[in-house]
């Protein structure tokens, strides 16, 4: 048996990631930090995902229905044609039964930690969300992350929701991405209008976070140790000349923030080795996932929730790429899915290694830039829509459908040109009430015209997170 072999079949025993490991893991646990302190992660999922296809209506026979006409409609998306006997075969065998006679729907088998987590009552569904009226990706994403639905290409200096609230609450937000997203990015202390980074640590290795600095008794036999030593010299200067550059001091910042940090959060991670169930999901040599590097994105806010302390955590950002289903949605979409909510895959293992003081104070939010049309394309995809949903997810969520899962109003629609889920629930209410969980009194001053925005009718966002 190669190496390979051995460890699939490891982890296939739960020798990596079952209840073997119990021990150590609790032993693991002693190493985070108490804080406890209420942590929101928002998870990007760029391209748009069709939550429809993740979370269809049931199949029906009944022409006219919902669940009829879903699976008409949207057939070569699931790799299929028009017979009735293929579409009620593929929801049967795809997808669980979900729900109750209100609110009945499809959920992927390949999904099984989601199902457990609304089984246990800790994932909300909000529905017909409304966001972006372009079908622009980037001018879509800055709308969604700035909170703004007016915004346009000339907003991407302003604030986002995440650094806003990081600001509002004097606590960082943790950006575990390539690059820093918008979201991430606070207001400028001398105009609220335009963004900063004073509250940003980019985290994108956590594990190479710190600065190099060498043994002082070796530094005159290492070129290494001399150049870290005179770099450091260097920016000590520059910190205490009193001179001031708009583009040098985010590099005084962002070096001055790393030797502060670098030291306390190795000595952290020395003694808190990285999880064998977390370090799979990033091997090159496992490749357990379709994207490794959404792995290590997961194992960087495993390192950043254990040193939630030293970084004066509130918020973090993450991102998967690749949700853009045109064509063939099974091939592209699906995998993708099963990454984020399959057993054993990143959020599982995630959630079973923080302890319980971490993960009860723990809420995530998924979402893409808009939605997706209520019809297949013809190409085994979906077009770009505008109304889509956002899945909060986190033992503080009270669990449930916020919204109409499957309006019938919709089937009037399916013959238009562009038939699209309809935006009811303005994306800025949400952020007000994610925001008002994470800091009590927030959400109205983050967001003072919120009340005023579009809300579908009879919903009742405030039961998602009790501030209690």
């Known amino acids: 048996m190669n190496r390979r072999s051995f ?22 646990a002693s190493a985070f930090a108490d804080t406890q302190q209420r942590m929101l992660v928002s998870v990007l999922l760029s391209g748009a995902p069709d939550f429809r296809h993740l979370m269809p209506p049931p199949y029906s026979e009944t ?13 070569s998306s699931h790799g299929l044609g028009e017979s009735q006997s293929d579409l009620q075969a593929r929801f049967s065998q795809e997808y669980d039964l979900i729900g109750n006679d209100q609110n009945e729907f499809g959920l992927l088998k390949s999904c099984g930690w989601l199902k457990q987590m609304w089984e246990d009552g800790h994932v909300a569904i909000v529905n ?13 994403i ?9 915004a346009s290409v000339l907003s991407s200096n302003s604030p986002g929701v995440g650094g806003r609230l990081a600001h509002l609450s004097a606590r960082n937000v943790l950006s575990l991405t390539p690059a820093p997203r918008s979201y991430c990015y606070g207001p400028s202390s001398s105009n609220a209008l335009k963004r900063s980074t004073d509250r940003i640590v980019s985290a994108k290795d956590t594990r190479t ?6 043994d002082t008794a070796e530094f005159s036999g290492s070129f290494r140790n001399e150049l870290s030593r005179n770099v450091a010299s260097y920016y000590a200067s520059k910190n205490s000349s009193g001179d001031s550059d708009v583009f040098a001091d985010k590099f005084l910042q962002h070096e001055s923030k790393l030797r502060e940090l670098g030291g306390p ?34 194992r960087n806010l495993y390192d950043s929730l254990a040193s939630a302390d030293i970084l004066n955590m509130g918020l973090a950002t993450l991102e998967y790429k690749g949700f853009d ?19 054993q895959q990143a959020m599982q293992s995630l959630y079973e290694e923080l302890p319980e003081s971490v993960s009860d104070q723990l809420v995530f939010t998924f979402g893409g830039e808009f ?32 919204g109409d899962m499957f309006p019938e109003s919709e089937l009037a629609l399916r013959d238009e040109l562009s038939p699209q889920i309809q935006g009811l629930t303005a994306i800025e209410r949400i952020h007000a009430v994610l925001a008002d969980w994470h800091t009590a009194g927030s959400g109205s001053a983050l967001f003072p015209d919120s009340a005023l925005s579009p809300q579908e009718t009879g919903l009742d966002l405030t039961r998602i997170l009790l501030n209690t």
């Open 7 to 28: 460890l699939s079949s490891l982890i296939a025993s739960g020798a990596l990631c079952g209840t073997s490991f119990l021990g150590q893991r609790a032993s693991l």
């Open 63 to 75: 022409v006219g229905s919902v669940g009829y006409e879903y699976w008409q409609a949207m057939a």
């Open 128 to 140: 017909n969300v409304l966001g972006s009226s372009s079908r622009n990706h980037p001018l879509s």
């Open 142 to 150: 800055l709308v969604s992350e700035l909170g703004n639905r007016s």
């Open 209 to 214: 976070l710190t600065l190099f600095e060498g």
């Open 265 to 298: 959060i190795n000595e952290r991670l020395n003694s808190l080795p990285v999880p064998a169930s977390l370090e799979r999901l990033y091997s090159q040599e496992l490749m357990p996932l379709h994207s490794p590097a959404f792995g290590l994105q997961v």
């Open 325 to 343: 289903s045109h064509r063939l949605q099974i091939e592209t979409l699906e995998p993708r899915l099963r990454d984020l909510f399959g057993e």
């Open 371 to 402: 939605g997706r049309q209520i019809r297949a394309n013809g190409d085994g995809g979906t077009d770009h829509g505008e109304g889509s949903t956002m899945l909060i997810v986190g033992k503080p969520v009270t669990g449930g459908v916020y």
